[in-house]
C-alpha cells in the first residue's frame, strides 16, 4: 500500500507525488525497491489534498511536518498551498525539501505565493559547479540548473523565514565549497548523511 506520510522521530514527512526535476541516481528512488523504513513511497496515484490533511491527523504532535517523499512537492505547488495552509491553521510548523528549480519548471517565481505557508526550505545543491552537478544530478534543466538552484535560494529569503542550502555526503564531493555558496547566498547550510542500502 502506498505511503502518503510517515513518521520518523518528531517529524512527519509527506509524500505528494513522485514526480522530481531530478533524476539522481544514488537517490533512494533509483537505488532501493520502492521502500524506505519499511514505507512503500512509490505512489500508484498522487494522494488529494484531503487523503493527505486526513493521513497527518493532529500538525501540533509534531515538530516538523515535512514535503519529502519521493519527488519534489513543489511539482504539485497548488496541493503543497492548501496543505500547508492547513498545517499552519491548526498550529503545526511546515518545511520544504526541494531541488530548488520550481521557479524554472513553472516558468514563474512560486516563492511569493509560499509565504506565511512555509517555515523552513531546504534546498539540495550536489555539485559545486554546472558540470559537475549535472552529471551528479541528471536534472531537467541540465547545466543550467546549478545557477537556477543558487538564485532561488537567494530569492527564497524574501518569502520563507529559514532557507538552508543542504548537500548529500557524497564519494569525492567537496562539500566545503557549497558550504561557502550558501554563506555567500546568505543562507544556512547542512549536511545529510550518504544513505547505503547495507547501512
Known sequence: MNTISYAMGSNLYLNITNRCMMACPYCIKYKWDNKF????????????VQDVIKSISDPKKYDEIIFCGYGDALVNLQAVKEI???????????????????????????????????????????????????????????????????????????????????????????????????KDAGVLFRMRPYLDENE
Open 37 to 48: 523504513n519499511g514505507n512503500d513511497l512509490k505512489l500508484e496515484k498522487e494522494p488529494s
Open 84 to 182: 500547508a495552509k492547513w498545517i499552519k491553521d491548526n498550529g503545526g510548523k511546515v518545511r520544504i525539501n526541494t531541488a530548488g528549480l520550481a521557479n524554472r519548471y513553472h516558468g514563474k517565481n512560486i516563492l511569493p505565493e509560499l509565504k506565511g505557508l512555509i517555515d523552513v526550505i531546504s534546498i539540495s545543491l550536489n555539485g559545486t559547479n554546472p558540470k559537475e552537478h549535472n552529471e551528479l544530478n541528471r536534472p531537467m534543466f541540465k547545466e543550467e540548473s546549478f545557477d537556477e538552484i543558487i538564485n532561488f535560494a537567494k530569492e527564497a529569503k524574501k518569502y520563507i523565514p529559514t532557507v538552508v542550502i543542504t548537500v548529500v555526503e557524497l564519494p569525492g564531493l567537496d562539500v566545503s565549497k557549497i558550504e561557502k555558496i550558501a
